[in-house]
Each structure stands twice: as C-alpha cells, then as structure tokens.
C-alpha cells in the first residue's frame, strides 16, 4: 500500500528512443521533486528500442540519415557528433569505426545511440534538481485507470533497483502517464502457415535474426519482403558478409530509396504553395499533387541550383508542410487514407533519402551485378517447402507468381490502425474509450496539441499523453508531416519537449494553467522577449547550476515588473512560448541555434557563472 503523501510520480511507459528522449526533459525542466519511472518491458530494448538496440543491429547498420542531424536537442544539434567524438567510450566499437572522427555528413552505426542516449540519461539524473528522482522501471503496464488523483497503472512483473519483483500484476498510482510505446508491429497474415518456421523472420531487427543470416549459407536464396530502408539493411548485411545467392526484394510499389550526396546538408527552403481545389473531386486529387510537384521541381531547379538533384524532393516536402494543413482540412477522411494508402511508399521516396554507405552496396548489386532482383508484387501467401525451404505467393502484375527462397526477411512494417494492435495496452485504452483511433487518417491515436489522449466526445482522457507513433495521424493533419515523419527523430524531439514541459506546468506549484489573455501586461511589454529568452536558455541548459541561475534572473524580472500579481500565472505564458520557440520546425535546427542566441548566451553565462 502506497503513502497517501508520496511525491508527484511521472511513468513513462516505454524507454526506447521516444521514453528517453522525453525523460531526460522531464529530469532538467523539473524545478520540484517529482519521481520518474522510466518503464520498459524489454530490457534489451532500453534506451533503444527496436531501431537502436545493440543485439539487433550489427556494426553495420547506420542511420540512414547524416551523423550531424542525429542530435537528441534540436537546440543542440552537434551533441551526437561531440558525444561520438570526445565522449563516447570506443574499447568495444568494431575495427571499422574505432579510429573514425566523424563529421556532419558522414554515416555512423545505429547501434551507438543506446549508448548515447543511456548518457545523456544518466546525466540528466544526476543534474536535476533535488528531489528529482529517476527510476528505471521493468515491466509492462497492461491497463489505465484515471482516478481523482491523477491514473492509476497496472504493470506485470514490475520491479527497479531496490524493489522486489512483483509477482503478477502491481497498482502503481501517478499523476501522469506518458505514452512511449513506439511503432506496433503489423500482424503478417499471409504468412500465418509460417511464423515460427526456421526460414522465416518475422522480426529481422533481433539478436536471433541477425545471427541466423549472419550463418546463412553463402548460395542461399534470400526473398526480403520489401524494397525500402529496412530491406536495404538486411540486403547490404548480406552483401558485407560475402553472400553469393541471389537476394529477392519485393514490394508492390518496387521503389528503392535515394542516396544523400556526399556534402549533404538539411536545409528549409521557402517555395511556393500547392495549389488544390478540393471542389474538384477527389478523382483529381492525386493528379493536382502531381502537377503541383512538377511546378515546385522546376522552381527549386531555377530559382536553387545549389540544391543536389537528389534532395529536391525533401526540400519540396519540407517546405510544404506548413501550408498540407489546410489542405488537409478540406479534404475528405476517405479520401486521405486513400491517398496515404496509395502513394505512401512513394512519399517515403520524396521524403527520406539513405547514406550511400548502405544504398552504393545495394544498388551495384543490383544494377551491375544482377545478385539483387526487385520484384515487383504483393506477398500474398507464404508456405513451407518441406524443413527448410519457402514458397511465397505474389499478386500484381497479372496472374499470381511464386518465389522460392531459402530464407524469408519479412519487413512487413508496422500497423497504422491501432484497433489491430496486440498490444494489451492499446486494447485496454480502446475497449474502455480513452483512447479513439484517428478519424481523418486512420493512423494512430486522436490527441490534442499537447498530445493529451482524446476520448470520443473530444475532452481529454485524463493525465494520460503520447508521444511518438501514437501520434501519427495527428502529425499529418496538424503540422502537414508525411510518411514515417509522423514519428520519427525529429518529430519526436518535439513531443519530447512539449510534453515533458505540459506535464510540469499541471503538476508544479510555480505554474498556474490559467494562463493570462491577450499580449503581456503594458508592465511586461518591453521586457517580454528577454523573459522568453531566458526560459528558453533555462530549458536548453544541461547543468543544474546554470538553469537555477537563469531562474533566478527570470522571478526576479517577474516580481520586480509584476509586485502587485501573481506570478505563476504569466510564468506559464512564458513557458509555453519558450516552448513553441524551441519546436519551432519551419527552420532547421542550426539555423534555431542560431535565432536563439544559445552560442553566445552559453559563453555569457560560463563567464558569469565562474
């Protein structure tokens, strides 16, 4: 039985890329003591999760975004490269990469960022403030209950340093849970007659997996379900060891990614809006975004030639993300799942390009060499032929074909539609109504701008929020983001800070949610940009001595403009402006370094605090 006066408690279910991410923020923008459980129910998935952890991405496995854009802060972009560069402890790395320094364009191995994350956790732990606890949790939570007092969770096998095992399930009471729980994997119906054949892996991306191909036979014949990034790993994994049979990829749509250039560097262009009329039908929908593609290439080929060929598409995505909104709003949600349905693998293309580290290993193979053949069709079956081999079925393209294959790679993707999730979880959440699917896109979970779980009639589920996959469907239609960026890295450091700031607001006593109408107080005007400023440097500081210390400059500021208010009120407003300017996304994140003066208020504050 708990204490009726425990602290404030924040679980955060899941701790791979989204749970940590949002963790260490909630350790440095805490200002009182509040404990934090950081709860996962594999271990092996811990500051990882399924894209990142060690076992199931060998050493050559990279993101397939640059080493320079891979930064947790996106107030801080260089701190993946300063952390593999100076900080990260190199005794155990592979030969390949020890003696690497690594700069902005160069690829680095997945792998490394359950370290880097694990680190920057760590630190984050012992820089918060007093009576600011972390608690990395085992366990998985399998139901929500909202109470007077915030939720009340029920967790399997809940155990941390210092506390038993729970045998069974355990109630854990809180004042706010926070969704982590990452992609959910689709379930492969058509090879329903095969999952737990030798020969077929379901899910490449563990430890059992990447040995079984790294023992495979070098002339064995290899079907790999899918032709994108994930399919490119496994090819190029492949290739790397010597393999000499013939490597199968298909996929209905047969797109393959694009390749960085060499010197490539994220940038946001301001080019000119698409043009659609919805009134026109949804028959012409996709047949306007074409057109309107065209229009934006042959403008960013004039008006920008220093833009790579290759890396146009990304511009044009990037750029439009703030005017799909609107778009969006007018257009029917049938007819947008029909859209995000049909050209999602082409989006995916447009999107997201991959290091030539993996995609020059490949695309050889399969250019030159022929070894790698894409296919194009649709997996619909999957049998056993005999002990060790497999026949898959393939539709498209005219009458049904088969593949024989000596080992199945399955990257059948994750599931968009949550009402099919296996997890107990989401089950729960949507059987009892605190969470409702997506309406407009049928991807993920309704949410507000906070990420607050949605229930059917639009209020608010309690304490409960998301962050990450969960969010999908709310990503494309209120920020315009497509494909896989509904919820990638750069999404998610977002959410991370937003989230972890709304949170604290409700819980801690120096902020009150009611926050004032309209501009500042005519006491506040002239000093309203330098309040925000010093928020924003408090919550992008790492050391605790340096966040008390623009604290402190902030209430005073306050008190000495507002002597006769309350002050916890327009502590809030400041908050969450700070806030917005910190996800500010319609710049790169050098560039919001740059605006946010964080260079130069760094190197005042050491010298004003030495």
């Not at 000499?244 to 996929?251: L, Q, R």
């Not at 749509?253 to 560097?265: F, I, V």
């Not at 008006?303 to 511009?315: A, F, K």
Request: charged share 25%; with cysteine; aromatic share 6%.
């Amino acid at each position: 039985m708990e204490s009726p006066h425990r602290s404030r408690r924040i679980v955060v279910v899941g701790a791979g890329l989204a749970g940590t991410a949002t963790t260490i923020r909630l350790l440095r923008f805490a200002t009182e003591p509040v404990e934090i459980v950081l709860l996962e129910r594999r271990k092996e998935h811990r500051h990882a999760g399924v894209a990142y952890f060690p076992a199931g991405n060998p050493w050559s496995h990279v993101f397939n975004i640059q080493a320079g854009r891979m930064s947790a802060f996106r107030e801080d972009v260089d701190d993946f490269l300063n952390w593999a560069n100076e900080e990260a402890d190199r005794s155990a790395w592979s030969a390949e990469w020890r003696d690497v320094t690594f700069f902005e364009s160069d690829p680095a191995p997945r792998r490394l960022y359950a370290d880097y994350l694990a680190q920057r956790l760590t630190e984050a732990a012992g820089e918060a403030c007093a009576g600011v606890v972390l608690r990395e949790a085992d366990g998985e939570m399998i139901d929500l209950v909202p109470c007077a007092a915030g939720v009340t969770a029920v967790i399997e096998n809940l155990s941390w340093p210092g506390k038993e095992p729970g045998l069974g399930s355990t109630t854990l009471d809180a004042d706010h849970i926070i969704l982590a729980t990452g992609p959910e994997l689709r379930h492969p119906r058509f090879a329903a007659a095969v999952l737990d054949h030798p020969s077929y892996l379901r899910m490449p991306y563990t430890g059992a997996a990447v040995e079984r191909i790294r023992t495979l036979p070098p002339h064995a014949v290899v079907a790999i379900i899918g032709t994108m990034l994930s399919a490119y790993d496994f090819a190029a994994l492949l290739l790397r060891q010597g393999h000499a049979g013939p490597i199968y990829m298909i996929s209905p749509s047969s797109l393959t990614p694009r390749t960085y250039p060499a010197d490539h560097r994220h940038g946001v262009l301001d080019i000119p809006a698409p043009t659609i009329d919805v009134e026109r039908g949804s028959a012409t929908l996709a047949g306007q975004f074409e057109a309107e593609w065209l229009r934006a290439c042959l403008f960013v080929a004039g008006q920008h030639p220093e833009v790579h060929p290759t890396v146009i598409s990304e511009r044009i995505a990037k750029s439009w993300e703030a005017h799909l909104p609107e778009i969006i709003r007018h257009v029917s949600a049938e007819d947008l799942q029909t859209l995000l349905a049909r050209y999602g693998s082409r989006i995916a293309t447009l999107r997201v390009s991959a290091m030539a580290y993996t995609t020059a290993l490949v695309d050889s193979a399969y250019r030159d060499s022929g070894q790698v053949q894409v296919i194009t069709g649709r997996v619909t079956d999957v049998r056993p032929l005999g002990q060790d081999r497999l026949s898959l079925t393939l539709s498209g393209g005219g009458s049904p074909r088969t593949v024989e294959a000596d080992l199945v790679i399955s990257n059948f993707g994750r599931e968009f539609d949550y009402t099919e999730v296996a997890s107990p979880l989401w089950q729960r959440l949507l059987s009892s109504g605190l969470a409702v699917p997506h309406r407009k896109t049928g991807r993920g979970v309704e949410v507000d701008e906070f990420g607050t779980l949605l229930m059917a009639d639009g209020r608010g589920s309690g304490a409960i929020c998301a962050v990450g996959a969960p969010r999908e469907g709310d990503e494309i239609v209120r920020h315009g983001r497509l494909g896989a960026f509904g919820f990638n890295l750069a999404t998610i450091k977002n959410h991370s800070v937003s989230v972890a700031a709304h949170v604290l607001r409700h819980l801690e006593s120096r902020f009150d949610s009611s926050e004032p109408d309209g501009p500042p107080t005519p006491a506040l005007d002239n000093e309203w940009a330098d309040l925000v400023s010093l928020e924003i440097q408090r919550l992008a500081a790492r050391e605790r001595r340096r966040r008390a210390e623009y604290r402190a400059q902030l209430d005073l500021k306050l008190r000495t403009g507002l002597a006769q208010f309350d002050i916890r009120a327009w502590l809030s407003a400041i908050n969450r402006a700070a806030i917005d300017r910190l996800t500010e996304v319609s710049v790169t994140p050098r560039e919001l370094r740059a605006q946010l003066a964080l260079d130069h208020q760094s190197a005042t504050s050491d010298r004003s605090l030495q």
